[in-house]
Every structure is written in C-alpha cells, then in structure tokens.
T-cell receptor
C-alpha cells in the first residue's frame, strides 16, 4: 500500500512558466516532508523540506506548500528552467514517532521546454 | 571533500552468483540506507542501519544481506536468492533519523 503517492508520472512545462508537482500521503503520522531531484544514472539530491508545523517553505525559485488536512503537498518552481528537467521525488517521515526511514513516492518526470 | 562513494558504477551478475556493492561515507553520519530504484517504481528501502553492528530490514529485504562493521561502510550483498536483481542501487546516509539523506551516485546492477 503506497503511503506516498505522486499521481502524475510526467509533466511538461514551458521555460519561464510555473511548474507544480503534487504529492499525497496517507499516513497521518508523517510530520516531515522532503523533495529530491534526480538526474539519470545519478543519486537524488535534496531540494527542499517542510515540517508539519509549517504550511509553506521557500528557497529561491522553489516553494513547498503543505496542506495537512488534505494530506497533500506541492512543489512550485518559478520560473522553470531547462536545467530543472529531472525526476522529482516526494518523501515523508514520521519523525516524532521514532526512527522511521523516509518513504518515497514513485516520482514525477519534469520536462522544461525551451 | 566529504561524501558518499558507491562502487562499482556498473556491475554484472551471473546466474547463481552473489555480488557485493560497496558504500563508503566520510560524512561521519550515523545512519546509512540502501534503496533500489526500478523504472516507474520510485525508491524502495532494502536495509538500513542507524548504528554500527545493527541494521533493520526495509520493505524489500528478501534476497539481500548487509553488514555494518564500521561507521563508514555499509556493503550490500545481492544473493542468488534475489531473482530479479536488475536495478539501480542507491546508498544514502544521514546524521539523524529524518534529516535529509545524502545519496551516492548509484550502482547499476544487471544480470548476464
């Protein structure tokens, strides 16, 4: 049973426009969420995170929004650039519930078209 | 430079053979993890270790084994019992339980 779901396998966006990647989770114990970016044949790199005490976290062009009641988070990239083309993974952890490893979604492949 | 080193980059396994993937980190991280990536499957947890000489099974541990004799090293053995070993294997480490993971560059394992 998937606890972290990324329902869009792929997304195409024009350069300069906004990219919105979505993630849903089912485990109400999750209280820490992260986004990772991955290029082919490389390891994922950390992008941005948010804890459940916040509903928004911003870092440059990247903003993550958390809606706890809907168990939904989204990553906004503005403006999108061709170098943003990669697979983005959403991950979650029940940090306050003990030692639980991150649970990852299946990823969304973002293509930014010049 | 601190980081996580996985070797080899590419590995081929023959039928019935055990192979070991290396993972070394010099970040002084306590916790280390092994994930497997298959196309369209995301990252699935194989094993993890939060302290030396201790490790736990993840979601897909069958057919794999690990050891954690040193803080810096967490090798993964893909045994002959793993019937579908072809995948991209990622090692990661973190200083805490839910801190951001630092990943190695991965090992692509294929079956001959």
């Amino acid at each position: 049973d998937q606890q972290v779901k990324q329902n869009s396998p792929s997304l195409s966006v024009q350069e300069g426009r906004i990219s919105i990647l979505n993630c849903d989770y089912t485990n109400s114990m999750f209280d820490y969420f992260l986004w990772y970016k991955k290029y082919p044949a490389e390891g994922p790199t950390f992008l941005i995170s948010i804890s459940s005490i916040k509903d928004k976290n911003e870092d440059g062009r990247f903003t993550v929004f958390l809606n706890k009641s809907a168990k939904h988070l989204s990553l906004h990239i503005v403006p999108s650039q061709p170098g943003d083309s990669a697979v983005y993974f959403c991950a979650a952890s029940a940090w306050n519930s003990g030692n639980t490893p991150l649970v990852f979604g299946k990823g969304t492949r973002l293509s930014v078209i010049a | 430079d601190g980081g996580i080193t996985q070797s080899p980059k590419y590995l081929f396994r023959k039928e019935g053979q055990n192979v070991t993937l290396s993972c070394e980190q010099n970040l002084n991280h306590d916790a280390m993890y092994w994930y497997r990536q298959d196309p369209g499957q995301g990252l699935r947890l194989i094993y993890y270790s939060q302290i030396v000489n201790d490790f736990q099974k993840g979601d897909i541990a069958e057919g794999y084994s690990v050891s954690r004799e040193k803080k810096e090293s967490f090798p993964l053995t893909v045994t002959s019992a793993q019937k579908n070993p072809t995948a991209f294997y990622l090692c990661a480490s973190t200083v805490g339980q839910a801190e951001k993971l630092f990943f190695g560059s991965g090992t692509q394992l294929s079956v001959l």
